[in-house]
């Protein structure tokens, strides 16, 4: 769908907020906490970001894009280029982050512009009437977002907002380990963050039971397979592509003039999410989980590949 820049604003340092609707005024399709859209850029990148708002609204879409020091044209071109009116190509809404909403305790840690898809739970949870607490860690006040109405909503029933500075602390990072066994077994947990406290928290809470650790990563932590080497056969058209060194499925797909679902490209969207007939993926990714990938019958095509010489996949 095309939709317009109804507002620019500055959440913090480095972080702006994108506020889009509709042309032409009608209700935007709905989406649930810890959902995802993509922007098709102008400079023709296509980036994931996460929902802010409350999925109670109908007529706006909200992101907040962290201006990236490493940027590879994206988070640059939303602070630089985008401006208010701008008309954007935009897919989505997709979830690979649910909220489980009748938990008994639901526990958020963010980690700096983690906080987007959290603070998307935390309004759920506020109009569910449920608990939660919040463990929001930043380097510095001045790049905190949504600080304001965070704070209204620890004031209005203290004791759920732990706010971790690190510049504040000494340089100090949060203790992920302490916080996770202070917390009841049944407690579900939700991370969204950097990479590094990504890899910590599932080092912390690898004892729990999975089905109440959530994560989502901005990025992928695996390196792509790129040997090549090996076949892929499209079973719906019978086509086969041979995959050489230095490319991905999906490169080789797109080349040869396929028009194939896709967005990050890193193995953290789940866009390219295929079915496998034949054959073992050599996995990758940051979406699928243990179980997926164990099971053999799904991947994803931006990065993973084959420990075998032949693919089958469902296309």
């Known amino acids: 769908m095309e939709l317009f820049v109804r507002s620019k604003t500055v959440e913090a340092l480095d972080i702006v907020a994108l506020e889009l609707a509709s042309v032409s005024g009608e ?13 098709v850029l102008g400079n023709g990148l296509i980036r994931s970001y996460s929902l802010a708002n409350d999925p109670a609204e109908t007529d706006r879409y909200v992101v907040a894009v ?14 630089d280029v985008v401006a208010v009116g701008d008309r954007i190509e935009v897919h ?22 983690g906080i987007t898809p959290l603070w998307s739970m935390i ?21 905190c977002a949504y600080e304001k109405a965070i704070a209204a909503l620890e004031a209005s029933s203290p004791g759920r907002v ?25 407690a579900h947990v939700y991370c969204c963050g950097p990479n590094p406290m990504l890899e910590a ?16 990563w901005f990025r992928g932590h695996t390196p792509a397979a790129t040997e090549g080497g090996y076949s892929v056969v499209l079973s719906r058209s019978g086509r086969t592509f041979r995959i050489p060194a230095g490319k991905s499925v999906l490169d080789v797909l797109i080349e040869a003039g396929l028009d194939i679902a896709y967005s990050c490209r890193e193995g953290v969207c789940g866009a390219c999410q ?14 699928l989980t243990p179980h997926e990938k164990r099971s053999g019958k799904t991947m994803l ?10 693919l089958v996949l469902d296309m």
């Open 27 to 39: 209700p935007l399709p709905p989406f649930t906490a810890g959902a995802h859209i993509d922007l």
């Open 66 to 79: 962290h201006r990236d020091p490493a940027s590879r044209g994206g988070s640059a071109y939303v602070h």
């Open 92 to 113: 989505g809404p997709r979830n690979n982050f649910e909220l489980v909403e009748n938990a008994p305790t639901v526990v958020l840690i963010a980690g700096g512009i």
């Open 123 to 143: 309004q759920r949870l506020e109009s569910l009437g449920r608990s939660w607490k919040l463990f929001y860690a930043v380097r510095s006040r001045s790049r």
């Open 162 to 186: 732990h706010f971790h500075f690190n510049d504040e602390q000494g340089g100090a990072l949060i203790d992920l380990p302490a916080i996770l066994a202070a917390l009841a077994s049944d």
């Open 201 to 216: 928290f599932e080092q912390a809470t690898a004892g729990r039971n999975p089905c109440t650790v959530h994560l989502e």
């Open 274 to 287: 295929t079915n496998v007939l034949e054959g073992e993926p050599d996995h990758r990714d940051s979406y």
């Open 301 to 310: 095509i931006c990065c993973s590949g084959a420990t075998g010489d032949r």
